[in-house]
């Protein structure tokens, strides 16, 4: 993790207080979390705790008594703020423990010296965090547990947020892809397994329970009999669901969420991508960790949470089966052609909320009124949905349909019940709308008329006391109190029915025995009112609990409809189509485009589109062509419009017709990795090697300028052997881009193989980027034209047309080897520019001419005047010194 848990005293000292004592305690459970310990109104740290938290939140670091004759270091947050910090804290890779008052100081008997009994009731840690505060709306947040069995890894990944539970079991060299398909913000792992970049995100070691033990568990938390009620679970997909099921009963302090069946997925089913790929491809994050220009930023058009986290889901883990893509598409489709339907669908989607998280709040009982009004306004949101949704639908819509179905009569009683709008924290009061519950009705009548009371005496004793500014204030530890001003002090305090209680600066504040017993009054029936509230919100979670698994799945419905609402906004327009996907090995895409570039480019300059064909007969399409002409582009367009056809998705294309793919590659883009001591080409071909093991021939694979990290006959000697691999070995769907232009001469002996290029014009001595894709094979570059076009200094591109031109006449790099090296240009220094010749200067030769020794008063007048008229058609900028006369 990024933070490091502090180092701390190691045991009680003698002494402490009774309120430390417990502190060490507690900290000696959670040795590798800060300690958020409560103390009346405020969460405070200590020690080590203390400095880790100050530095991490920039908040002042005190001291509070003594430990070891040294001060003891504190810092504190206010609990009513205490999610902010706690996010901060977070993302910071901090884990929390929250310590609680676990009674109410002011409920113990009169006199009681006993500590208040404090208990952690919470360990806040990255994936398993709740809160609205502390979570992406768009994004989920998974929890991965690890199990390896011999050569392969079980894996259980759950949201407690939204109550998701899968679980897989893969092959080691498939782990990187499934890490970069779930991105988890925590994960459960024995400490040998290599975890890539994800390293910082694993939490402590836990130990797992041997696989018969592991499945008793997960029956027992389920209720059920077996765990194969659920389906077919390998020993170590079982071992890590127990894993994740465990830690997360931990950190709740034995609570448990509200959890899905566990779910496995299998291997097949889902289209495979490396997190090599899903970098190159910026699915759902680009490279700089952002996601503005993403595929995802793309194409959402969703309008809540839900459907945000669902369509990122699926852009994430494409299907592979042809049926369930055209499910998906069905249900977008029929929202195309029924636009009144999707548009009143579109309207009940707006006001739906967060149900899932909401509801997962609420079953670890740290949900608020808010969050039960959230399932209010779902419920209602859902059954518009249901009324717009009329038969025959279509795919998804069908089983979307039935999940919104829910009995109305959860949704009437909430309507009934919660007022509008809800309060924050059910401490705020007012959560229960006034008439649904007789009896906190007539609680809060007794409480709201004492305090009219309040305000009738302050008049009297206003009039009795004879102070017209009198007032009547409460006081958190005296009560209800008298205070008035300075010039009335003396006059109230020989009165015998007044008590002095505290002076002021401005006053003093007296009581008065028939305030002491109103205070007691009012404040029991205050009591007895927040008393009667918290018991009507409990009974309406229980009920609602008690349909959790309902309101789940119309969560779910409600996410599903949103995707679809959202694809079918995306095809309106007309300039996105429904592909075809079959079982075939097929590809063609008519008139594509890149979908993130197409989206910067609105408004300022139109995207050019491109056809892509790889039948069998020609299913490795070599393109070469210039720099900046759009070779990378034209590769990502093809792997993005896969990845959107399998997503179910529109693809950005006139009409496109896709066999399924298994896996697709990428390999597209140049980066280094220095901190593991890899240089940009060893990056390369480690990308490289793990197309070449891992690609079969339903995969498809796209490559950018392999090769070019290293010296120009080992770069074009590795492209030409990954090339015939790809085309003879694998015989895989390939787009291979490249610089090396002499592999356009492989296509007489390798059959398969069809050499496009890039078009581009030449114009005035340059070129003009074309950016359409053609057949045939390039000629040049254009490298030193895209060097000028950056900026290289102009001498700089004039020498290396020079080197270039030599190159070209002693038949390229490949020809050095039959030139002298002193004729080579690499060998011949840059020629220094020649001085140009001088230009005759008028002035001078008329000075050459003069004899002075011969010269007669009247000559030498009129020689001058000849320098003047020959000075006035110089340079203005030149100016030549003459000798005075």
């Not at 994050?285 to 793309?298: G, P, V, W």
């Not at 404040?523 to 309406?540: I, Y």
């Not at 069998?616 to 070469?624: G, K, P």
């Amino acid at each position: 993790m990024q933070g490091e848990s502090p180092r701390n005293p190691d045991k009680t000292p003698a002494g402490a207080t009774p309120a430390m004592a417990r502190w060490f305690e507690l900290k000696e459970q959670h040795p590798d979390a800060l300690l958020f310990f409560r103390m009346g109104d405020f969460y405070e740290m200590f020690f080590a705790d203390a400095e880790a938290a100050a530095a991490a939140l920039d908040i002042a670091l005190t001291a509070r008594g003594e430990h070891a004759g040294s001060p003891i270091a504190m810092c504190g947050v206010p609990v009513h703020a205490a999610e902010s910090y706690l996010a901060r804290l977070i993302r910071r890779g901090f884990r929390v423990a929250v310590a609680e008052q676990m009674e109410d100081p002011k409920s113990r008997p009169r006199g009681s010296k006993a500590p208040v009994r404090r208990d952690v009731v919470r360990l806040i840690t990255p994936g398993t965090i709740t809160e609205d505060a502390l979570l992406e709306a768009g994004r989920p947040n998974l929890l991965l547990a690890l199990a390896q069995e011999r050569d392969a890894v079980g894996a259980a990944w759950l949201d407690v947020s939204t109550g998701l539970f899968e679980t897989g079991f893969f092959s080691a060299p498939e782990l990187p892809a499934l890490l970069g398909r779930l991105e988890p913000a925590e994960i459960l792992a024995p400490s040998g397994l290599e975890l890539g970049d994800y390293a910082a995100r694993l939490a402590p070691e836990a130990i797992p329970s041997p696989p018969l033990v592991a499945r008793r568990r997960l029956a027992e938390a389920f209720g059920v009999a077996s765990l194969d009620a659920y389906g077919g679970f390998a020993d170590g997909e079982a071992i890590a669901a127990a894993l994740a099921l465990d830690y997360v009963r931990a950190t709740q302090a034995g609570a448990m969420p509200r959890l899905s069946r566990p779910a496995p997925q299998g291997r097949a089913g889902v289209l495979a991508m490396d997190a090599a790929t899903r970098a190159s491809l910026e699915i759902v994050r680009a490279r700089d960790a952002s996601a503005t220009h993403t595929l995802l930023a793309s194409v959402q058009r969703t309008l809540t949470a839900a459907g945000a986290r669902l369509l990122a889901a699926r852009l994430a883990a494409p299907l592979t089966d042809p049926e369930k893509i055209g499910a998906r598409q069905d249900a977008w489709s029929w929202l195309l052609a029924n636009p009144e339907a999707a548009n009143r669908l579109r309207a009940a989607l707006r006001s739906a909320p967060d149900m899932a998280r909401a509801l997962g709040r609420l079953s670890l009982g740290r949900g608020g009124p808010r969050d039960l009004a959230a399932l209010r306004d779902g419920l209602a949101g859902a059954a518009v949905a249901a009324e717009i949704l009329i038969a025959p639908l279509a795919g998804e819509l069908v089983e979307a349909r039935a999940a919104l179905a829910i009995d109305p009569a959860l949704a009437a009683r909430l309507a009934e019940a919660l007022a509008d709008p809800a309060p924050l924290r059910l401490d705020d009061g007012n959560a229960i709308r006034t008439g649904f519950d007789p009896e906190l009705d007539a609680e809060k009548r007794l409480r709201d008329d004492s305090r009219r009371v309040i305000a009738s005496l302050q008049l009297d004793y206003a009039q009795r006391f004879g102070v017209a500014s009198l007032k009547i204030r409460h006081h958190a530890q005296l009560g209800y109190v008298i205070e008035a001003p300075a010039a009335s002090v003396e006059t109230l305090r020989v009165h015998p029915d007044l008590t002095l209680r505290q002076g002021m600066a401005n006053g003093a504040r007296f009581s008065l025995p028939e305030l002491s017993e109103l205070d007691r009054k009012i404040t029991e029936a205050a009591d007895r009112a927040s008393a009667r509230e918290r018991a009507v919100f409990a009974r309406l979670v229980q009920e609602t609990l008690a349909k959790a698994e309902a309101i789940a799945a119309c969560a779910d419905a409600l996410a599903v409809l949103d995707v679809a609402q959202s694809a079918a906004r995306l095809a309106e327009p007309g300039t996105w189509c429904r592909p075809t996907v079959t079982d075939g090995e097929e590809f063609s895409i008519r008139a594509g485009r890149h979908p993130v570039v197409e989206a910067a480019l609105a408004g300022s300059a139109a995207f050019v589109p491109n056809h892509c064909e790889l039948p069998s007969a020609q299913r490795v399409l070599l393109l070469t062509g210039p720099n900046m002409a759009g070779k990378s582009t034209f590769l990502r367009q093809n792997a993005l419009a896969v990845i959107l056809a399998q997503a179910g998705l529109p693809v950005p294309a006139e009409a496109a017709r896709i066999g399924v793919v298994d896996r697709l590659f990428s390999r597209v883009g140049a980066a280094d990795d220095l901190a593991r001591g890899r240089s940009t080409f060893m990056v390369e071909m480690t990308e490289t090697a793990a197309i070449l093991h891992q690609a079969g021939p339903r995969s498809l694979v796209v490559v950018d300028e392999i090769g070019r990290g290293t010296a120009t006959l080992d770069g074009l000697a590795i492209a030409w052997a990954v090339l015939e691999a790809l085309h003879s070995t694998i015989r895989c769907r390939t787009i291979f881009a490249t610089h090396f232009h002499e592999l356009a001469g492989l296509a007489g002996r390798l059959p398969r193989l069809a050499p496009h290029t890039m078009r581009v014009k030449e114009w005035k001595g340059g070129v003009v980027f074309l950016h359409e894709v053609a057949e045939g094979a390039a000629g040049r570059s254009w490298g030193v034209h895209v060097a000028e076009l950056a900026g290289v200094p102009a001498p700089v591109v004039k020498r290396a047309a020079s080197l270039l031109a030599m190159l070209e006449r002693n038949g390229g790099p490949l020809g050095m080897t039959e030139a002298p090296l002193g004729e080579l240009p690499l060998f011949a220094a840059a020629a220094p520019a020649a001085d140009p010749a001088p230009s005759p200067d008028p002035l001078r030769e008329a000075l050459a001419e003069i004899d002075p020794d011969r010269l007669t008063p009247r000559e030498a007048l009129e020689i001058i005047y000849r320098i003047k008229s020959l000075l006035a058609v110089r340079d203005a900028d030149e100016e030549i010194p003459l000798p005075r006369c």
